[in-house]
């Protein structure tokens, strides 16, 4: 691990330390900032993902990195239904007559063009930007959350080597003339690969896996007997269990099992 470069652990622990500082912490933001910072940075750099190795961890970060800048690079920019390019304006609360949002950005890669003010040396300007964000949907709230993860796509794309992404960029803002509104391209569902580099992080910073992701990670590796794989049978007398719910627990033999239904069938078989 100590090999390459950037390492979510190494994010996990800069992130700790930066709440630490500020006096706050809250566990699943940071495993997704970590995660979001490292897949951001593979996405502009290649040589941000861990090395080919025989460690479990680094083989499938670094695949589903891998998995990510290839997406990206074979990213279309101008799907015929939304015209030459693809350009929509972002979601806002008065899109829709009863201010609910569609949830279909939910976790998705975004190019997002929009103008952003800067302050140089105490003079404030509007400047053009295209960044690469990740949009999550506040069902609370009703709105998205766009969190940045690359601040000029342009980096993401010409570390792949997209065929086309300077021009639809270019494009974007004649189109933002027309809106007057930040716009954006939808490239895909990333939820899984950020979970994943997060269970990746998480597992990292335990120190250990759990008996259960240990039995799920290796299958084959079963173990036999309820005290070897840590499975206590239940006692006599269980509430809320009828006699087949009760004999299915019972009857398991190994650390990794599995039960179908419907309940009360007995329909169980030995992973």
């Known amino acids: 691990m100590a090999e390459f470069e950037i390492s ?28 979001l910072r490292c897949y951001g940075k593979a996405l502009c750099s290649k040589s941000s993902l861990p090395s080919s190795t025989t460690n479990y ?19 279309s920019l101008c799907p015929q239904r939304y015209g030459r390019f693809g350009w929509k304006p972002l979601p806002e609360l008065d899109d829709t007559p009863d201010g609910k949002l569609d949830d279909t950005l939910h ?10 003010k800067e302050k140089i040396n105490n003079v404030e300007r509007i400047v053009e930007r295209t960044l690469l964000c990740v949009a999550f949907l506040n069902s609370i709230k009703t709105e998205y959350m766009y969190e940045a993860v690359v601040k000029t796509a342009l980096d993401a794309f010409g570390s792949v080597g997209h065929a086309y992404a300077e021009r639809a960029i270019d494009y974007s803002w004649s189109e933002w003339n027309e809106y007057r ?29 759990s008996p259960l992701l240990r039995a799920v990670a290796a299958p084959s590796r079963r173990i036999e007997g309820t005290k070897a794989s840590g499975w206590r049978a239940p006692g006599v007398g269980v509430n809320n269990l009828n006699n087949d719910q009760f004999t299915a627990l019972s009857d398991l033999r190994y650390n990794l099992e599995a039960i179908t239904g419907p309940p009360g069938t007995r329909l169980y078989f030995h992973a």
Do not use: F
Not at 107 to 116: A, P, T
């Open 107 to 116: 976790r998705c890669l975004l190019v997002v063009s929009r103008k952003e």
């Open 8 to 35: 979510l652990l190494g994010e996990m622990k800069a992130l700790v330390n930066t709440l630490s500082d500020e006096g706050e912490r809250n566990d699943s933001q940071l495993l997704r900032n970590g995660a």
């Open 57 to 75: 961890l680094d083989h499938v970060e670094r695949c589903v990195l891998l998995e990510s800048r290839a997406m990206l690079e074979g990213a």
């Open 181 to 209: 509104r930040d716009l954006h391209i939808n490239l895909g569902y990333v939820g899984d690969a950020l979970a994943a580099l997060e269970s990746v992080a998480l597992v990292r910073l335990q120190g250990h896996a």
